[in-house]
């Protein structure tokens, strides 16, 4: 049997007994996901759309998927949504400025080797499925921590309705601290793991320090990990504010 | 009052050292890293003025149009025995600019200079690589600064505990480098332990909360390790395809196993932290709950977690793979032979951690309830 099938039936499996309908819609949001990113690679081949659009679009319906279908369209996911966005077209923005600075783009010399078949001359803007790529990696952990913080800020606003704007805004900060270095470390991890493999290749190769740091593998990866932990520590000022400021108004409407 | 007043001033006065220091070593670095010419052994030259010398439409595969470019670059040499004259540069870059560069005034480059034929004549090289430090300085501190503004006294904790798991991670592949092939395995548990440790307790002290979620994420790790290895086990690993990571000379299974392993273990710690802070902070607020209500009070939490985290990981893996997949398809390579071919490893990844992140919700939840009951006893 092949290994990716067992495992995903594994996962199904474990899923439906911990979470029930709550995790068999999990799955399936992994799946939904997987298409999404699939839609966007292959539109991603035609010149004529711009990625760093196409990918906004992407996001858009990737934190749909993670927010309103696994957790249903509430006032917290609501909230966590709009932060969502705007977290990302700001990190968006920042991302573009720097890939173009530093030129890490497409592919290594080091990767090229494996490459050597393919034609790389394809009239696709890498520079821009760069960006795309930074932005796509951190997507799932900004819209993690998005609801992990407006989720406990509506049950502060439920059990204390009068609540000022200012101190929901605060608590809200206060347990978006607790919550961000896990945040971190999981990206973090979650990438030394993927670089393993070329980590060792670089300790192999014994290259100099300053070979390591300006060579375009490791910069942009060191770049990837970077911006993704900016994603997730600028999503909590964010989200608290814009959770503070619905939940409070909402209440001077009533 | 005078009492709080002198805390207040105190803790202030040590925060303004801290800053103070902390700025001089942002300003010190940067200083640094844009004068840093002489402390490289390749030669270095700065791009002071480029032309296009030719255009030509270029026809590849299946009809695709692409431009190739040829620009000259006058550039100055920052370092080395010809430091401060002037060198020509010839750089050839595609629209798509997949493995090329279009430089522009002001870009640093690494070069290498041609040997000159007769004296006094132009100097002339080839480029070798960008230089990138100052980038990867500036991005880093701008992380930095973030953290700390937004994390205040966590935000540096989780600073603080990154750069040692970083440092912690480097020292232990220079182990592994140096010793024999068979040792990885070991080695990285070792390593998992240490950053469980290290991670957990700088995240929230030492208490019986952070007890409970070591004991949680190393069982959540190993026994969903375990799983994995039985898959690949009774698979015969059919279906995953090693290809993209042939190009290091060490056992790539052993290597891929370690990186599944690592790459799992952050998001398990947070699972882990996440349930036993929560039944703990329940148990704190009402010391009669019994265990039912803690069971099911957990494992709502768990349910609510565990969608949003296993797609963390599964956009960290798979997003990477995007610049190989557009090339393959591009080149017209059938497409379930690129996804298997650029995604198995990726998948595999993504799925093995979903499956430590979910099987680590009713462990920690035990773990949890054992830690609160030997409380309950005690008191």
Redesign the interface.
């Known amino acids: 049997m092949n290994v990716l099938v067992l495992l995903a039936g594994i996962l199904l499996f474990l899923m439906t007994i911990i979470g029930g309908r709550k995790g068999v819609r999990s799955f399936l949001a992994i799946f939904f996901n997987f298409g999404v990113i699939m839609i966007t690679v292959v539109l991603m081949n035609d010149p004529t759309i711009d990625p760093v659009i196409l990918t906004i679009i992407a996001c858009v319906v990737i934190s749909c998927i993670n927010l309103f279908y696994i957790n249903g369209v509430n006032s917290k996911t609501k909230t966590a949504f709009l932060s969502t966005i705007i977290c990302t077209v700001i990190l968006l923005l920042f991302i573009i400025f720097i890939t173009n600075k530093a030129m890490i783009q497409g592919f290594g010399e080091e990767e090229i080797g494996e490459l050597g078949m393919f034609s790389l001359l394809v009239e696709v803007d890498f520079v821009k499925i760069t960006v795309s790529v930074i932005i796509m990696s951190t997507i799932g952990a900004i819209t993690d921590t998005a609801i992990a913080v407006s989720s406990p800020m509506r049950e502060i606003h439920f059990h204390h309705p009068n609540i000022t704007r200012k101190e929901l805004f605060l608590s809200g900060l206060s347990i978006g601290r607790d919550i961000l270095g896990t945040s971190a470390n999981t990206l973090f991890f979650a990438f030394f793991g993927g670089y393993l493999a070329l980590l060792i290749w670089f300790k192999d190769l014994s290259y100099s320090i300053g070979e390591v740091v300006n060579s375009k593998i490791f910069s942009s990866e060191m770049i990837t990990i970077l911006c993704a932990g900016i994603g997730v520590t600028l999503v909590i000022p964010i989200t608290t504010w814009i959770t503070a400021y619905f939940f409070v108004r909402n209440k001077e409407n009533s | 009052m005078y009492f709080l007043r002198s805390i207040f001033k105190k803790v202030s006065f040590k925060q303004k050292i801290f800053f103070t220091v902390l700025l001089c070593c942002f300003i010190g670095s940067v200083i640094f890293v844009f004068n840093n010419y002489s402390?490289?052994?390749?030669p270095l030259a700065k791009v002071v003025k480029t032309t296009i010398e030719d255009v030509s439409k270029?026809n590849?595969?299946n009809g695709?149009?692409?431009k190739?470019y040829t620009q000259h670059i006058i550039a100055e040499l920052r370092n080395g025995e010809n430091k401060g004259k002037e060198i020509h540069l010839i750089n050839e870059y595609?629209?798509?600019?997949?493995?090329d560069?279009e430089f522009q005034i002001g870009?640093e480059l690494?070069i290498k200079i041609d040997e000159q034929m007769e004296k006094d004549t132009e100097l002339t090289g080839t480029i070798l690589?960008?230089?990138?430090?100052k980038?990867?300085l500036l991005?880093?501190w701008?992380?930095i600064f973030?953290?700390l503004i937004?994390?205040?006294?966590?935000?540096l904790?989780?600073f603080i505990?990154?750069a040692f798991?970083?440092v912690i991670?480097?020292f232990a592949?220079?182990i592994?480098?140096q010793t024999s092939n068979q040792s990885l395995l070991w080695i990285c548990g070792i390593s998992v332990i240490i950053?469980t440790v290290v991670?957990l307790l700088?995240?929230n002290g030492l208490n019986d909360k952070t007890y409970a979620a070591i004991i949680a994420t190393l069982l959540g790790t190993f026994i969903s390790l375990l799983?994995?290895y039985l898959?690949?086990l009774?698979?015969g690993?059919?279906?995953?395809r090693y290809?993209?990571?042939?190009?290091?000379?060490?056992p790539?299974r052993l290597?891929?196993m370690?990186?599944?392993?690592?790459?799992?273990?952050?998001?398990v710690?947070?699972v882990a932290?996440?349930m036993s802070?929560s039944i703990f902070g329940l148990y704190e607020k009402n010391n009669d709950i019994t265990v039912k209500a803690l069971i099911t009070s957990g494992?709502e939490i768990?349910?609510?977690?565990?969608?949003?985290?296993?797609?963390?990981?599964?956009?960290?893996?798979?997003?990477?793979s995007?610049?190989?997949?557009?090339?393959?398809?591009?080149?017209a390579a059938p497409f379930g032979y690129t996804l298997s071919l650029t995604l198995?490893l990726?998948?595999?990844?993504?799925?093995?951690?979903?499956?430590g992140i979910?099987?680590t919700?009713?462990i920690g939840l035990y773990t949890t309830l054992f830690f609160v009951n030997r409380k309950r006893a005690r008191q």
Do not use: C, W
């Open positions: 402390f490289y052994e390749r270029v590849s595969v695709i149009e692409d190739l595609s629209q798509s600019k997949a493995y560069h870009n690494f690589e960008v230089k990138r430090d980038y990867l991005v880093g701008l992380f973030i953290l937004v994390g205040k006294r966590q935000g904790f989780s505990s990154l798991n970083a991670l480097s592949l220079d592994y480098i950053f991670s700088l995240a799983i994995t898959v690949l009774i698979t690993e059919k279906g995953l290809e993209e990571m042939q190009f290091i000379t060490r790539y290597v891929f370690a990186g599944l392993f690592l790459g799992s273990l952050g998001a710690m947070d932290i996440t802070s494992m768990g349910k609510d977690i565990m969608g949003t985290m296993t797609n963390i990981l599964f956009f960290a893996y798979v997003s990477g995007i610049p190989t997949l557009v090339l393959y398809f591009k080149n198995s990726e998948l595999a990844r993504a799925l093995a951690g979903g499956i979910v099987l919700i009713p």
